[in-house]
Nanobody, 114 residues
Framework: QVQLVESGGGLVHAGGSLRLSCAASGSIFSFNAMGWYRQAPGKQRDLVARIANSAGTTYADSVKGRFTISRDNAKNTVYLQMNSLKPEDTAVYYC????????WGQGTQVTVSS
């Protein structure tokens, strides 16, 4: 089993920054892709950014140039640095890791005020 602990969400003004962290633990030796998704009220959960075990990255068009995903394999932790935040970035952000199957975190709220 895999446990994911997310942190770093909160309230920030437009133009501000936040850094999300997701630490994975459990009986898995290593993880494949790790990523972040988000879900705004009344909307579906969408990919924000994903980083493969090879460190290759994928970003949603809406966050390119503003968000940066990274991972520390020694700590089984994935990060999401979010800069130049906009009100439309407001959502619950979920960590997702792949280790044979997908595991999801509990979600952390990010609210960007205008």
């Amino acid at each position: 089993q895999v446990q994911l602990v997310e942190s770093g969400g909160g309230l920030v003004h437009a133009g501000g920054s936040l850094r999300l962290s997701c630490a994975a633990s459990g009986s898995i030796f290593s993880f494949n892709a790790m990523g972040w998704y988000r879900q705004a009220p009344g909307k579906q959960r969408d990919l924000v950014a994903r980083i493969a075990n090879s460190a290759g990255t994928t970003y949603a068009d809406s966050v390119k140039g503003r968000f940066t995903i990274s991972r520390d394999n020694a700590k089984n932790t994935v990060y999401l640095q979010m800069n130049s935040l906009k009100p439309e970035d407001t959502a619950v952000y979920y960590c997702r890791v792949e280790a044979g199957r997908a595991f999801w975190g509990q979600g952390t709220q990010v609210t960007v005020s205008s």
